[in-house]
């Protein structure tokens, strides 16, 4: 069974694939339209933005905080009573350093503020803070997306793995049109409708 959705498709494999055609574009078009220029990187104001851009032709909820508790494997995200509470001190986290920089990621992660698609909304806002603060970004072509997989499954308890996976990625090619398009790439590879879908509790 696929998510209620605005193009009323039913088929899981079918909304995958019309949901990866329609985000890829829209994700392009925030690389080249300055959109989220208005918005300060590392606020949820700018994460909820960039879900509602990529997502709001496929979904009701875009952007919008999650009113169900969800869970991928074992792992239970943060429960929805505490949900707002949780992204308010993500985003009050510092992000001056590349390591407190992971450190935010990792817990808006824990957070997964979004019914779906978090994953790739919470890398484009990882490298815009990366960008804002460091002139850097990952490069998503040169890291291993199973390394990548299992460090993010152990960072709530260890977070050395994931920031040495992407600190090893860190290019400076912040305006680099094909590094950012890779990186779209990965994501759709990496968060393969089955593998990163999330379960309602």
């Known amino acids: 069974m696929a998510l209620n959705n605005k193009l009323r498709i039913t088929d899981s494999t079918e909304l995958a694939g019309m949901e990866e055609k329609i985000s890829k574009k829209k994700a392009i078009e925030l690389f080249e339209n300055g959109y989220l220029d208005q918005y300060k990187a590392g606020t949820f ?9 990529l997502f709001d032709k496929i979904y009701e909820f875009a ?49 997964h503020p979004f019914r779906e698609s978090n994953g790739r909304s919470t890398r484009i806002w990882l490298d815009l803070i990366l960008k804002k603060e460091l002139n850097m970004v990952i490069d998503w072509s040169a890291v291993d997306k199973d390394d990548y997989l299992l460090a993010m499954e152990r960072s ?41 879908k999330a379960e309602e509790l």
Not at 80 to 105: C, D, G, H, R, W
Not at 184 to 193: A, K, T, V
């Open 63 to 111: 952007g919008e905080i999650r009113t169900v508790n969800i869970a991928k494997g074992n792992f239970r995200f943060a429960p929805v009573m505490y949900l707002q509470v949780a992204v308010e001190n993500v985003e009050k986290m510092p992000q001056s350093t590349f390591e407190e920089i992971i450190e935010k990621y990792v817990e808006m992660n824990i957070a």
């Open 156 to 196: 709530p308890i260890k977070d050395i793995e994931i920031k040495y996976i992407l600190k090893q990625a860190l290019t400076d090619k912040v305006g680099d049109r094909e590094v950012y398009m890779k990186g779209i790439d990965y994501s759709y590879y990496y968060e393969g409708y089955t593998l990163y």
């Open 45 to 53: 104001q700018m994460l909820a933005a960039i879900h509602k851009y």
